[in-house]
C-alpha cells in the first residue's frame, strides 16, 4: 500500500513523458541511435537462435545470461526435460506489471537477415514472437529506476502448441503476484480486445475391407467420412456468431482414407478446428456431435464405428482489456496464452509485426515496427499502472 502512494508521483512523471515521445516528428529517429543498437542486436541474438517448440533451451539460456547482464534476477523455472521459463525482475520479484511473451516458434527454422536498405529483419520468429521480446525488454530499459522495479518479465515455451510453458507459470508453486499483464504477440502495434476460442477434433471411421468388386461384402469408411464431413459442412454455415468476434468458422484441416482404388477403405479420418466467436467449446461440441448422430447410427447398424475425440484444451471466445486511450483496438481469430494464465488480472495483448506473415516462410518486419513497439510498450506499461493506481487512491 505504501509502495503504491510512493509510487504515484512518479508514475505521473513518467506518463507525461512517455506521452510527450509521441509528438516528435515523422520523420525523427524513434530511438537514440544506442538503443536502436542494442534493440536489434538482441532481436538478432533471438531470431538466430533456432526454438522451435521443444527445443527452447539454447535461446532461453543464451537469454536468461543477457537479462542477468543487465542486472535482472532470473528464475528458470523448469518446465519439463531441457525446457525452461524464463522470470526475470530488478529488486522486486512480485510486481505491478508483468510483461510476457513466449520463446518458442513454429517449423521450420528459416536464418536471419537484415535488409539495412529496406529496413527489413526477416526469418522465424523476427515477427512471432521475438520481436514483442526484444521490444518489451528494450523498452522496460527506457524507464524510470522507481518504474523499473515494478516490472518483471516472463518468457514462456510451448506457445506455439498446447501452451504447457503458460500453463506451468499459472500453476507454479513460486508463481509471483502481479497486477496487471502484458501479453506479445503480433497485433501490428494495435491493442487486442479480444480473440476468438478454439476447439479441435478428430474424427476416426472403423470400416471393414473388402475387395471393390464386391463392395457390399466391405463397409466403406471413405464413403462414411464423405457423407460425415458433408454435414459438418452443412453445419458450418449454421454456427453461433457475434458483433465482438463475428462467424464461428471450421477448417477440416486434414482428411485421410484408403489405401488403394480397388480396396474397400477399412479406415479414414479427419481433423478439424473450429474457431469459436461465441459461446463455449461444450456447445461447439453438442453441435457437432448432433451433425454427425444419424451418420454414426448409420454406420454402427453395418457393424463399423464413428468415433469423435476432442481436444481437451478448447475455450470459448477470450475478452481481453484495451481500455488505453491513443492505440487502435483490435480483435483476432488466433489463439494466444492469454487463457492459459489463470487469475485475476487486468490483461493485455500487443505487439509489433502482422499475423499474416508470422507462420510464413517470409515472416518479416521493418525495424522501425519494432523500435514503435518499444516506445508503444512503454506507454502501456506507465499508462495501465498509472490507471491502476488510480483505481487503487478511488477505493
Ligand atoms: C549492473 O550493476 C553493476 C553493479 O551495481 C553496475 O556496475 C553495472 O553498470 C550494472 N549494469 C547495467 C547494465 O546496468
Ligand atoms: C534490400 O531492399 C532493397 C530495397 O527494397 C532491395 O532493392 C534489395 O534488393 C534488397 N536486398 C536484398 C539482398 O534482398
Ligand atoms: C458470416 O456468415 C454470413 C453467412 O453465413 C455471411 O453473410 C457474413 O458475411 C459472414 N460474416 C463475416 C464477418 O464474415
Ligand atoms: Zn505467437
Given at each position: 500500500m505504501l509502495g503504491t502512494i510512493l509510487l504515484l508521483p512518479l508514475a505521473l512523471v513518467a506518463h507525461v513523458?512517455?506521452?510527450?515521445?509521441?509528438?516528435?516528428?515523422p520523420d525523427a529517429p524513434l530511438l537514440p541511435g544506442s538503443t536502436s543498437d542494442?534493440?536489434?542486436?538482441?532481436?538478432?541474438?533471438?531470431?538466430?537462435?533456432?526454438?522451435?517448440?521443444?527445443?527452447?533451451?539454447?535461446?532461453?539460456?543464451?537469454?536468461?545470461s543477457y537479462l542477468r547482464n543487465k542486472n535482472?534476477?532470473?528464475?528458470?523455472?523448469?518446465?519439463?526435460?531441457?525446457?525452461?521459463?524464463?522470470?526475470?525482475?530488478?529488486?522486486?520479484?512480485?510486481?505491478?506489471?508483468?510483461?510476457?511473451?513466449?520463446?518458442?516458434?513454429?517449423?521450420?527454422?528459416?536464418?536471419y537477415y537484415y535488409n539495412e536498405t529496406s529496413g527489413v529483419i526477416g526469418g522465424r520468429g523476427s515477427v512471432?514472437?521475438?520481436?514483442?521480446?526484444?521490444?518489451?525488454i528494450i523498452a522496460v530499459h527506457g524507464l524510470t529506476e522507481q518504474m523499473q522495479q515494478d516490472l518483471s518479465l516472463l518468457f514462456v515455451i510451448g506457445e506455439e502448441a498446447i501452451g504447457d510453458g503458460m500453463r506451468a507459470f499459472s500453476d507454479w508453486n513460486k508463481r509471483p503476484t502481479n497486477d496487471i499483464v502484458i501479453f506479445g504477440e503480433p497485433t501490428e502495434a494495435k491493442l487486442v480486445c479480444g480473440h476468438k476460442g478454439i476447439l479441435t477434433a478428430d474424427l476416426k471411421v472403423t470400416g471393414k475391407a473388402a475387395h471393390s468388386g464386391y463392395p457390399w461384402l466391405g463397409v466403406s469408411a471413405n464413403d462414411v467420412i464423405v457423407v460425415a464431413l458433408s454435414k459438418?459442412?452443412?453445419?458450418?454455415?449454421?454456427?453461433?456468431?457475434?458483433?465482438?468476434?463475428?462467424?464461428?468458422?471450421?477448417?477440416?484441416?486434414?482428411?485421410?482414407?484408403?489405401?488403394a482404388a480397388n480396396v474397400v477403405a477399412e479406415t479414414a479420418s479427419a481433423s478439424l478446428a473450429v474457431r469459436i466467436a461465441a459461446g463455449g467449446p461444450k456447445a461447439i461440441q453438442?453441435?457437432?456431435t448432433n451433425a454427425l448422430k444419424d451418420v454414426k447410427a448409420s454406420v454402427e447398424e453395418q457393424g463399423g464405428e464413428l468415433d469423435i475425440s476432442w481436444s481437451s484444451t478448447g475455450y470459448g471466445p477470450v475478452d481481453i482489456d484495451c481500455d488505453v486511450k491513443g492505440f487502435e483496438k483490435l480483435t483476432v481469430n488466433y489463439g494466444t496464452d492469454v487463457?492459459?494464465?489463470?487469475?485475476?488480472?487486468?490483461?493485455y495483448l500487443y505487439g509489433p509485426g502482422s499475423i499474416f506473415v508470422a507462420h510464413s516462410d517470409h515472416e518479416a518486419l521493418k525495424k522501425k515496427e519494432l523500435e514503435q513497439a518499444v516506445l508503444d510498450y512503454r506507454r502501456l506499461i506507465v499508462e495501465t499502472s498509472f490507471m491502476h493506481n488510480q483505481e487503487r487512491q478511488d477505493l
Open positions: 513523458s512517455a506521452t510527450q515521445t509521441r509528438l516528435s516528428s542494442e534493440l536489434v542486436y538482441l532481436h538478432r541474438k533471438l531470431v538466430e537462435i533456432e526454438s522451435i517448440t521443444n527445443n527452447e533451451n539454447d535461446v532461453g539460456q543464451w537469454l536468461a535482472f534476477t532470473v528464475e528458470l523455472q523448469q518446465v519439463g526435460d531441457k525446457r525452461y521459463n524464463v522470470f526475470a525482475y530488478g529488486k522486486k520479484r512480485d510486481t505491478t506489471v508483468l510483461l510476457t511473451s513466449h520463446i518458442d516458434t513454429v517449423p521450420p527454422y528459416w536464418p512471432d514472437a521475438k520481436a514483442s521480446v526484444a521490444a518489451m459438418l459442412l452443412e453445419l458450418r454455415e449454421h454456427l453461433p456468431w457475434s458483433e465482438k468476434y463475428g462467424n464461428t468458422t471450421m477448417n477440416l484441416g486434414r482428411v485421410e482414407g484408403g489405401v453438442g453441435l457437432v487463457p492459459h494464465l489463470t487469475g485475476d488480472y487486468k490483461k
